[in-house]
């Protein structure tokens, strides 16, 4: 059973309609005409004329047209003016899932909410038992006056983003995080304490008595839930074994009790290097070098006391090792070539130097070198920086003494310093000539939204009129900082026609460090 | 001539599937072979069934078997002769005859006969510099002398200066380890309680300055520890350098010998530098050239980032990736202090007219947390939490350990770090380093 309803004056009345007329209505385009862009723009041709005539009438018979529906499928709401909300009186159907709210144990609308499913024909909404029609919905709902109500301009974007298919929910100031609470990262363990909340209440739940759509756990019991999380996180009580262990204690117990160990050695060199026999293949051109083992260079073979497990081994002979080192041929350039041949003319061998000779270790060796320096001592030293120039008034850039990295050497040569949208905002005194009014969510998060746990937003919606001014940097801050890290869009709607800004916050790349 | 029995045995193999190959090692040769390089080649396993062998100095267990993984490069030494069997597919595997070791052999004798001296005379023990260009096996020699004193009861020290390729701890650091016992045939020597320092890079020629104080460091600590430890002293050092033989590697080398006053420097397979040391070191240090084994392979230059980012891999996950299981928490940038080493130059033109900056290259620079920081391998280092300005010490404080930052949050001022023990960070002083890893496994 179809029946087309129409509300005239207050006047109902029960239209039968015939299969016929059903079937028209069924197959009927339910596509709203597009308007093409620019077209009102007038140019005073005749054509243009003609097109804009056909243009308006479809308008005319699209408003014109009656509206057919079932019955069935139409939910009952009722209009609450005192509340400024529309309560269900029979089941919700599948838009419950993304709009509408529990209070009280009723399931409620928003009149933005049940405006525009009176547009597209879910609802139908009863004020003193008369239906209403659309435009007496227009008018009821989107008066008001008071911070709660929506207007026409707000509803206009509603009503475009959900066509859209985004999930739109009104913005609530309160149960958006603080910068602080976000730094703490308290969201997170906020959203934890939210889960365990819900599972440890009773297995009925009744709906707190909160007009605040958008989330279940409110904001004020939220920093004693996640009491024990953030404790956790900032906890530095804790201790922990190193991962590697520095071995520099071992030897710092107290140097000098074993400083006298060191001998002042004798008169020859510490080893006697013409009793111990290296395999060295370079004696063959050093006849300088005292004590080779024999000519031929065959090592005898050492004493099995002195290797692992006494082993014995036959003579070994160097000779025939001495072909093959070096074996691979080093590249050098002609310049390096050069630049060696000039070092080896004008560096001796260090040890033909008689006084090195007398050298019998390294202390002694070290000791020459740094009296060898002491007397060359009589270089000019090193400029120090000119104090003048640090007392005027107009300093270098730079001290040369100082440490500076690139990043910050860039720093100091930067003319305008960069900002960013929140700095300062937290400073700004609000004020409510601009506001958020919506939260969108995209539409492919639709199959597993929840009204009660949202999640992120994709934008926040804040409505202007085409003839508002722009936004000022105030303006936008507060805005900024009121959304946290959720971006604001900006929806300038010019007499039905909707146009979507948005500021955005950017940093130019740095891929400096150090 | 070797002669070499192979006998292909499929079936008598425990490890079901994998090819057996025998081989009948005559003495004083060696089994050299290679594991395929590829991630998913076939490990293969060593088993010695008679007489004695050893890898680079540790002794094989009899009828135990070692695996050796992907892109392992093994020889085989035997002294007195033995037959070993290979399980699985190596690369390559040969028997040489014509091996160093003999001279190596001798080298550790007269280091030995040099102990013995010191034990006497009640005097420190031979400190021994390796040097030689890239690929002769430096690291080799090191570790086959290092297990050669131990097996003969000494208490040695191994100095790692190889920035590039750390035995020891993650690339980008120096550090020395005292060695205990031989090295594990399979994971080299134990690390336990290393003295490691930063170094950020893992080439001494970006910031050559701190390459040699970092050696004087080490020198310092080893000379401490000499004077109170009198196994250490007699055990003396053994240290491992860099490939880099020529410029201001020369000098970081001829500067090292000087830090440390080493006794014996040991070049390997390079006459020229072999002349140059004896011309620059004073007569009272013994320069002696050896070969290089036949047996070392050169690595390219991706081999070498492989092998650096499997041993981050190993500090973090343990040998294999199977024993060490991370942690991964945030770190608030409040909580740190991140440095850099090493101011970059300032142009002249930046400074007062005529005067040049003195040297910056030790100077500790504040690192500001930005998401460039994502994947750098960071030094925890062991300098006291102290104030913001008192920066003096750090360049010279060891390292307690490392942590790799897997994210960065500039949103809310944390990162994202993997570290080997849970939070919260022991020190809050970080040192950066060039170095990247990802955690890609």
């Known amino acids: ?514 | 001539m070797a002669t070499e029995v192979v006998e292909k045995t499929g079936e008598d193999a425990p490890a079901a599937g994998k090819l057996s190959t025998r081989f009948d090692l005559e003495k004083e040769t060696e089994l050299r072979f290679e594991v395929e390089a590829a991630e998913a080649a076939e490990q293969v396993e060593l088993e010695l069934l008679t007489g004695m062998a050893e890898v680079f100095g540790s002794e094989l267990n009899r009828n135990k078997k070692y695996t050796f993984g992907p892109g392992s490069k093994i020889a085989v030494f035997t002294w007195q002769g033995c037959s070993v069997n290979l399980y699985g597919k190596p690369e390559v595997a040969y028997v040489s005859k014509d091996t160093p070791m003999l001279l190596y052999l001798n080298t550790h004798a007269a280091l030995e006969q040099m102990r013995k001296q010191a034990e006497r005379d009640n005097e420190r023990g031979p400190r021994v510099m390796v040097v030689g260009p890239t690929d002769v096996g430096k690291s080799t020699v090191c570790r086959l002398l290092l297990s050669y004193a131990v097996r003969v009861g000494r208490r040695p020290t191994l100095v790692e200066l190889d920035v590039g390729q750390s035995g020891v701890s993650v690339p980008g650091t120096v550090s020395a380890l005292c060695i205990e016992r031989p090295a594990d045939v399979e994971e080299g020597f134990s690390v336990q309680a290393p003295l490691v320092y930063h170094f950020g890079s893992t080439t001494p020629g970006t910031n050559i300055k701190l390459y040699n104080k970092l050696t004087s460091c080490l020198a310092e600590v080893f000379s401490q520890r000499c004077e109170v430890n009198r196994k250490a002293s007699v055990g003396g050092c053994i240290i491992n350098t860099c490939g880099w033989v020529k410029g201001s590697g020369y000098q970081a080398l001829v500067h090292c010998a000087s830090t440390f006053q080493v006794d014996v420097v040991l070049v390997l397979d390079h006459e020229r530098l072999y002349n140059e040391l004896k011309r620059d070191l004073p007569h009272f240090v013994r320069v002696v050239l050896l070969p290089k084994s036949g047996g070392v392979v050169e690595r390219s230059k991706d081999c070498r980032r492989e092998a650096r980012e499997e041993k981050i891999r190993e500090y973090f996950y343990g040998f294999r990736g199977v024993s060490f299981y991370p942690f991964s928490f945030e770190v608030r940038f409040s909580d740190v202090r991140i440095y850099k080493i090493g101011a970059p130059s300032i142009p002249d033109s930046c400074l007062p007219l005529g005067m040049s900056q003195d040297d910056t290259q030790l100077k500790l620079v504040p690192v500001t947390p930005g998401r460039d920081l994502t994947y750098h391998v960071l030094s925890v280092s062991s300098a006291e939490d102290g104030e913001e300005g008192v920066r003096k010490g750090i360049v010279e404080s060891p390292v307690c350990g490392f942590i790799v930052v897997t994210y960065v949050d500039t949103q809310a001022q944390v990162m994202k770090v993997l570290s080997p023990a849970p939070r919260p960070l022991q020190r809050h002083t970080l040192l950066i380093m060039d170095i990247r890893f990802m955690d890609m496994k």
């Not at chain 1, 049940?114 to 547009?119: F, G």
């Not at chain 1, 003193?128 to 227009?138: A, K, R």
């Not at chain 1, 300093?395 to 500076?404: A, C, F, G, N, Q």
Request: charged residues 25%; contains cysteine; aromatic residues 8%.
């Open chain 1, 1 to 514: 059973m179809a029946a087309g309803q129409r509300a005239e004056g207050g006047e109902l009345y029960n239209e039968e309609l015939s299969p016929a007329q059903l079937f028209s209505a069924r197959s009927r385009s339910r596509r709203i005409p597009v308007r093409g862009q620019k077209d009102f723009f007038p140019d005073g041709s005749a054509e243009q004329r003609r097109r804009l005539d056909r243009s308006l009438s479809e308008h005319w018979s699209l408003l014109t047209e009656e509206r057919v529906e079932r019955l069935g499928n139409l939910v009952k709401g009722c209009w609450i003016p005192e509340e400024h909300l529309v309560e269900l009186q029979s089941p919700a159907g599948k838009f419950w899932q993304t709009m509408g709210f529990s209070s009280r144990g009723r399931q409620c609308l928003h009149p933005e909410e049940a405006l525009y499913l009176m547009e597209c024909g879910n609802v139908q909404v009863f004020y003193q038992d008369l239906p209403l029609s659309i435009q007496d919905g227009y008018e009821r709902f989107l008066s008001g006056g008071s911070a709660s109500s929506v207007s026409l301009q707000q509803y206009q974007v509603f009503g475009h983003l959900r066509r859209l298919g985004y999930v739109v929910h009104r913005f609530d100031p309160s149960s958006e995080l603080s910068s602080y609470e976000r730094q703490l990262n308290l969201h997170r363990s906020r959203d934890k304490a939210g889960v365990k909340r819900k599972r440890s209440t009773s297995p009925s739940p009744t709906p707190t008595s909160t007009s605040t759509p958008t989330s279940s756990s409110s904001s004020s019991t939220a920093p004693s839930c996640s009491q024990a999380e953030a404790d956790g996180a900032a906890s530095t009580c804790q201790q922990m074994e190193a991962a590697c262990v520095p071995g520099a204690g071992e030897g710092g117990q107290s140097p000098a009790e074993g400083a006298g160990v060191r001998h002042p050695p004798a008169a020859a060199p510490r080893w006697d290097f013409s009793s111990i026999h290296f395999p060295d293949l370079g004696y063959i051109g050093s006849p300088a070098s005292p004590g080779s083992p024999a000519p031929h260079g065959c090592l005898a073979p050492p004493d099995p006391a002195l290797l692992p497990d006494c082993l014995a081994v036959p003579p070994c002979d160097v000779a025939p090792w001495r072909h093959r080192v070096n074996l691979r041929q080093v590249k050098m350039s002609s310049g390096e070539q050069r630049q060696r041949d000039d070092e080896r003319r004008r560096r001796p061998d260090v040890s033909t130097d008689p006084e090195v000779q007398q050298c019998r270790n390294w202390a002694e060796y070290h000791e020459l070198l740094a009296r060898r320096r002491a007397e060359r001592a009589a270089r000019p030293p090193s400029p120090t920086r000119p104090a003048h120039l640090w007392n005027r008034e107009v300093t270098p850039l730079v001290d040369p003494d100082e440490d500076v990295s690139t990043a910050e050497l860039l720093e100091k040569l930067r003319q305008v310093q960069t900002s960013h949208l929140l700095d300062g905002a937290s400073r700004l005194k609000a004020s409510d000539e601009w506001r958020i009014s919506f939260n969108v969510y995209q539409p492919d998060t639709v199959a597993d939204f929840k009204k009660s746990r949202p999640g992120k937003p994709h934008c926040r919606v804040c409505v202007c009129s085409f003839s508002d001014p722009v936004p000022d940097l105030r303006a936008l801050k507060l805005l900024a900082l009121q959304s946290g890290d959720v971006q604001v869009v900006v929806a300038v709607v010019d007499h039905g026609d909707m146009s979507f800004y948005t500021f955005k916050d950017f940093q130019l790349p740095t891929d400096v460090f150090g």
